[in-house]
């Protein structure tokens, strides 16, 4: 009982912390074009000019796309990009990585 009352302040933080964007891309939008005006806000050029580092288990076109459409603790999720659209910046993000 006492472990519930404790966790609840939590499952709501968590709740309001995980954002669904309701970002939709323009028919024809190039992975570029979707990242420059959904994703540019916060992740910005590294020194080098490329936007991501990714390990290895992220460095794939499905692991980018799960990322977009389920999102994380601080990323809204981008339900609304999906396939051809989903694709193209799914292949921008790893063009734009830094091979570790
Ligand atoms: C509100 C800010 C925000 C927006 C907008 C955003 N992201 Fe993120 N993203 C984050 C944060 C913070 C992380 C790192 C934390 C994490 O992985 O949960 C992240 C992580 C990622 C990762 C994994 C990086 C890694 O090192 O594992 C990818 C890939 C990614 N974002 C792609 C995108 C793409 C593509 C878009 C546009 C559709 C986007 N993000 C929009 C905040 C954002």
């Not at 009982?1 to 028919?27: F, N």
Request: hydrophobic share 40%.
């Amino acid at each position: 009982m006492k472990g519930l009352i404790v966790g609840m302040p939590i499952v709501l933080l968590l709740a309001a912390c995980s954002k669904t964007s309701d970002y939709a891309p323009a028919s024809g939008a190039t992975g570029e074009d979707i990242f420059k005006s959904a994703c540019v806000e916060c992740h910005t050029p590294k020194v080098g000019g490329h936007y991501f580092e990714l390990d290895p288990d992220m460095n794939t076109v499905a692991a980018v796309s799960n990322k977009i459409n389920e999102g994380s603790f601080a990323m809204p999720a981008f339900a609304q990009i999906q396939g051809e659209a989903l694709q193209e910046l799914s292949e921008y993000v790893l063009t734009n990585t830094k091979a570790e």
